[in-house]
């Protein structure tokens, strides 16, 4: 079976910075559109940032535009979102999910549930 798994999570000062990933088994994330979404304890989920496809655009949520950046790795077939100046308001599960649609439709849409696979996620702790 497809599998993602994030990894580097942890727990950070406000202000610092942590870079997640997203890896594949069994198939090239660079073929498929890549997202990631939070979801934090009794909050609905939330889209973060995606990128589509073999070098396609990527887009963020105004909550992380300008402190994320999500980038493809190819040679190890996985998707980073490096994260700075992170905030109490950032703490929360985070996973990783491929998608049909483009980056755009995906975030024009808000259809954050429409995966086709996803991983079991990493949590973000934001705390001094």
């Known amino acids: 079976q497809l599998q993602l798994v994030e990894s580097g999570g942890g727990l950070v000062q406000p202000g610092g910075s942590l870079r997640l990933s997203c890896a594949a088994s069994?198939?090239?994330?660079?073929?498929?559109?890549v997202g990631w979404f939070r979801q934090a304890p009794g909050k609905k989920r939330e889209g973060v940032s995606c990128i589509t496809s073999r070098g396609g655009s990527s887009d963020y949520a105004d909550s992380v535009k300008g402190r994320f950046t999500i980038s493809r790795d190819n040679a190890k077939n996985t998707v980073n979102l490096q994260m700075n100046s992170l905030k109490p308001g950032d703490t929360a599960y985070y996973y990783c999910?491929?998608?049909?649609?483009?980056?755009?439709?995906?975030?024009?849409?808000?259809?954050?549930?429409?995966?086709?696979?996803w991983g079991k996620g990493t949590l973000v702790t934001v705390s001094s």
């Open positions: 069994k198939f090239s994330l660079d073929s498929t559109t």
């Open positions: 999910a491929t998608y049909s649609a483009p980056c755009s439709a995906l975030m024009a849409t808000g259809l954050w549930d429409g995966m086709d696979y």
